[in-house]
């Protein structure tokens, strides 16, 4: 005895052994697994023999990294570089703080030739040596770090399109803002 059922996925109407009834079968024509009802759901007349067709066309699967829940994804490049772009200013600013220790004894009037000498005096002097080396450290590791979050905050907002982008465009936000406190900073003379 056959028990004929219609497919839930396709529609299509499947004929299957009645050993079958009640487990789990394999449509023939998209593939899915379903459950077999235990008597057949169609007449005689509702059944249309017909040989499998070619599954119907599914659009793709998109595909996400290992590790990323399936809806939305963790933002993880926009917060490194909001991170990035929060420490590179955090150290431009302690940059600023070494800078304007060794050069404390210059007013806020002061020529490019007195800052140009206070600085020639610093190399002089080991402990404001040590102050403008560690300056300079500060400095290229600020570099570093404003270019690392400026290159992550844009790879979030081109790679990912469908994610938020709060948090990139913040990061972006902190990133513009070294820029202009370094223009700030030339224009005032320091």
Same mark, same amino acid.
């Given at each position: 005895?056959?028990? %004929?059922? %219609?497919c839930l +996925?396709? +529609? ?7 050993? /079958? ?6 449509? *023939? ?7 077999? *009802? ?17 599954? *119907?066309?599914?659009?793709? =699967? ?11 994804? +963790? ?11 929060l ?11 070494? /800078?304007?220790? /060794?050069?404390? $004894? ?14 020639? !005096? ?12 560690? $300056?300079? $450290? =500060?400095?290229?590791l ?6 690392? $979050?400026l290159?992550?905050?844009? /790879?979030?907002? =081109?790679? +990912?399109? !469908? ?15 070294l *820029? ?11």
């Amino acid at each position: 005895m056959v028990i %004929q059922f %219609q497919c839930l +996925h396709c +529609h299509q109407p499947i004929e299957i052994d009645d050993e /079958v009834g009640g487990r789990p079968a394999k449509c *023939p024509y998209c593939q899915s697994i379903i459950i077999a *009802p235990i008597r057949s759901t169609l007449g005689e007349q509702d059944f249309r023999s017909s040989p499998p067709t070619d599954p *119907p066309p599914f659009p793709p =699967v998109p595909t996400r990294p290992r590790g990323l829940p399936a809806t939305g994804g +963790h933002p993880r490049l926009a917060t490194a570089g909001l991170i990035f772009s929060l420490l590179s200013l955090t150290l431009f600013w302690g940059w600023n703080l070494i /800078v304007s220790w /060794v050069l404390r $004894g210059i007013g806020p009037n002061a020529t490019a030739e007195e800052i140009q000498r206070a600085y020639w !005096e610093a190399w002089n002097q080991p402990d404001l040596l040590a102050s403008l080396l560690l $300056g300079c $450290g =500060v400095a290229l590791l600020s570099l570093a770090c404003w270019i690392t $979050g400026l290159v992550m905050c844009i /790879v979030s907002l =081109v790679r +990912h399109p !469908e994610r938020p982008k709060t948090l990139a465009r913040i990061g972006l936000f902190f990133i513009a803002i070294l *820029p202009i406190t370094l223009l700030l900073n030339l224009i005032m003379g320091r």
